[in-house]
């Protein structure tokens, strides 16, 4: 089963994007959830978790700009609201449970930021 990543796209420095993430209940219900990006040249880093609990951690560098959630009602879908984007968080971004599993790894959806 992969996940499968959408929403990406091309945004200018300052604007916001909307990622979100569905799979099968089953993975949501019993796993802590993230989302990872991996920039050209860059080892895949993890940006965002959120647990069963609803507690959240983030990398530093997205602190304060991005906002990872889950649909609680369905715990189907994870989101990454992403607002102030930089020019440094082009990449592409994926969803996994934590820790990551391969069999999970999609595509994942290209964001790029750019004037």
């Known amino acids: 089963v992969q996940l499968q990543a959408f929403g990406g796209g091309l945004v200018q420095p300052g604007g916001s994007l909307r990622l979100s993430c569905e799979a099968s209940g089953s993975i949501f219900s019993v796993n802590n959830m993230a989302w990872y990006r991996q920039a050209p040249g860059n080892r895949r880093e993890l940006v965002a978790s959120v647990a069963n609990s609803g507690s959240t951690t983030y990398t530093d560098s997205v602190k304060g700009r991005f906002t990872i959630s889950r649909d609680k009602g369905k715990n189907t879908r994870v989101f990454l609201q992403m607002n102030r984007l930089e020019p440094e968080d082009t990449a592409v971004y994926y969803c996994?449970?934590?820790?990551?599993?391969?069999?999970?790894w999609g595509k994942g959806t290209q964001v790029t930021v750019s004037s």
């Open positions: 996994n449970t934590v820790p990551a599993l391969r069999d999970y």
